[in-house]
């Protein structure tokens, strides 16, 4: 793999970034704009996965608990647990690269094989700063948002799942995720959420600024920054648990 | 004036450009033609610093612009428009936002100076009442157009237009050429033109450079053009029937 070769050029991609602004009012609007779109945008499916990934994680704590001297609350614990420490952070990231990551790498690729990347050149602006500057800063500072409801809407689907199929008590399960709780779990939770988004913005918009041919070469630059956005979320996931967590 | 020495510039070992030098004066359109794939793009994208060469120098008037840095070159960049092949409207902005782009992000100029300057641009290349679509909604003729008005909404001092005629109707074509020229003469802009188009060089040719097997061919003036016996060239331009047989006749 040709890998220190992206590692260069993403490098020297990443210190042309870092810019002083055009015109401060532009970059708000862009702002505003991606903020929507990644916020708003993606509800709809982060909702869905969650409840669903709550309702399975629930059951299946359920279906391994087969020790009756442990408490049914215990349910409770071990799927809030996994949910904010890893399901909701790692998990929705995951479904986020798939998502926008993919948006972003063909929303740049078009424009780069289309030249409007050379028109904005040729009017002084640099183009990376003002196409992606916008959209890591939105992502980093909507992601967090979006994981807190992911986790609230898993919990509250393991609970209604669990409840539904009669395997653990409404009381059990309340119970349960209200015992032991570890505040700084979800600080680190959004730690990791902060970093991957970092990660699926930063390397998309690679891939799409490094787009070059026709449409082609853009479905192909749009499935890289998936892939390698993904490893990358599932690298660091790995790296800043040993970090933090031991 | 813009002028170029001896710029040379390969992709991958393969050699685009050896070694071109010319001089483009200020309110001239100065042509530059070419068969297709024979550098004519490149040579553009050159000159104003979207490729860098591989040697060679570019003056702007008395500035060495290639050797300056993408700091430097900034000022420069204010006083250039160019009009891409493919037109290279933003998509995400609609018609009058896109021509009031360059505006925004370089003028402090209200609100309301800015749309007249839009609509004086757009009613330059004939467009009225388009202003709300977007550039899906356009036909490629009016992109190009669209494009154009974008380039000169800046009042810039140096255009540069990649076919700009390319896939418009004759009588469209003639519209922009002339107001290519017009504009040029008026604001007494140093302008470039790609073209490949025939009609364009008898029209509006202030000076033409020819362009083949990748270095300067042939160049000279529209009357220099009618006279030479520069086979490659006559080949080129007087390339149909049509025009084979006015040649003939002497009718230009
Ligand atoms: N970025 C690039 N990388 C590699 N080769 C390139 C690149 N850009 C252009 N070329 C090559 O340079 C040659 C000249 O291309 P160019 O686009 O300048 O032609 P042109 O004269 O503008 O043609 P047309 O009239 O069809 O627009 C082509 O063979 C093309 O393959
Ligand atoms: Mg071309």
Known sequence: ?246 | MIEIKDIAKSFNGRQILKGVSSTFETGHVNLVIGGSGSGKTVLMKCMVGLVEIDTGEIKYDDKIFSNLDRKERKPFRQEIGMVFQGGALFDSLNVEKNVMFPLNMFTSMSFEEKRDRVNFCLKHVNLVNVNHLTPSELSGGMKKRVAIARAIAPNPKYLFCDEPNSGLDPQTSIVIDNLIKDITEEFNITTIVNTHDMNSVLEIGDKILFVHKWEKWWEGTIEDILKTDNKELNDFIFASKLAKNIKKTGLI
């Open chain 1, 1 to 246: 793999m040709n890998w220190l070769f992206h590692l260069g050029r993403y490098w020297i991609f990443m210190k042309d970034l870092i810019i002083k602004p055009e015109k401060f009012s532009i970059y708000r609007k862009q702002l505003t704009r991606e903020l929507d779109n990644f916020g708003y945008g993606s509800l709809g499916i982060v909702a869905l996965t969650s409840v669903f990934m709550g309702a399975v994680i629930t059951i299946q704590t359920v279906y391994n608990l087969v020790n009756p001297l442990v408490p049914l609350s215990a349910v409770g614990i071990v799927a809030r647990d996994s949910i904010i420490l890893e399901f909701s952070p790692t998990m929705m990231s995951l479904v986020l690269a798939g998502k926008i990551g993919s948006s972003i790498a063909s929303e740049i690729g078009t424009m780069k094989v289309t030249e409007q990347v050379d028109a904005l050149e040729i009017m002084g602006i640099n183009s990376s700063a003002y196409l992606v500057l916008p959209k890591i800063v939105a992502a980093m500072v909507i992601f967090p948002f979006v994981v807190l409801i992911s986790m609230f809407l898993g919990i509250l689907g393991g609970w209604i799942a669990g409840v539904l199929a009669g395997v653990v008590s409404s009381a059990d399960y309340i119970k349960g995720i209200q015992d032991s709780f570890v505040p700084f779990n979800i600080v680190f939770a959004l730690i990791k959420t902060i970093t991957f988004a970092f990660i699926i913005t930063t390397v998309s918009a690679y891939h799409g600024y490094h787009t070059e041919g026709g449409a082609l070469e853009v479905g192909k630059s749009s499935t890289s920054a998936v892939v390698y956005s993904s490893i990358l979320i599932l690298i660091f996931d790995y790296l800043l648990t040993q970090l933090i967590l031991t």
